[in-house]
């Protein structure tokens, strides 16, 4: 036979068990998506690289340093990533407010019986439950100062990794070969 208490027991170590199985994948997920994202901008940026060979090649031979050219392409993908920052941004925040907007309110009732059979406040929030017996929750996406910094930092941090990449094979090019080269 089981007791009330045994069936709270359960369900209280499933939930626990299940809050932290999705909290790991989540995080995992993300780092995978991050490097993802790092990844396609660098060769997205190395393919930028190998498609302007001449120019960059003229640009050495006109007398640019190394140091220049590194900072002309980190610069542009220094601000690709800041332009992607400012977009991800308001599709971030108009995301979130249509979930807001359309969201589905979830209604939670507990039975008249059950209700008085509960020993008041709990791991759950029984006592937190209205008189009538039910309670409504509305979904929202909620924004944080916060999590936007955080995301500006990796949009630019992904921005000058992938610059980097490009800039330093944009930097190793020899002006003749570069001028060499055909399209």
Known sequence: MTTAKTLADRVSGSLTDAKNLTSK???ALEIVGLLGAILIASLLTLTSVTKRVRELGTLKALGWSQRLVVRQVA???LLQGLLGAALGIV???AGAAAIGAFAPSLKATIAGAAQAALPGPGPFGQGAVPSDGSTTVDLTAPISIGLIALAVLLAVGGG???GAVG???ASRLRP???LRHID
């Open 25 to 27: 994948l989540g995080v």
């Open 75 to 77: 610069g542009e993908s």
């Open 91 to 93: 599709i971030g925040i």
């Open 160 to 162: 000058l990794i992938s």
């Open 167 to 169: 800039a330093l094979r």
């Open 176 to 178: 003749a070969d570069a």
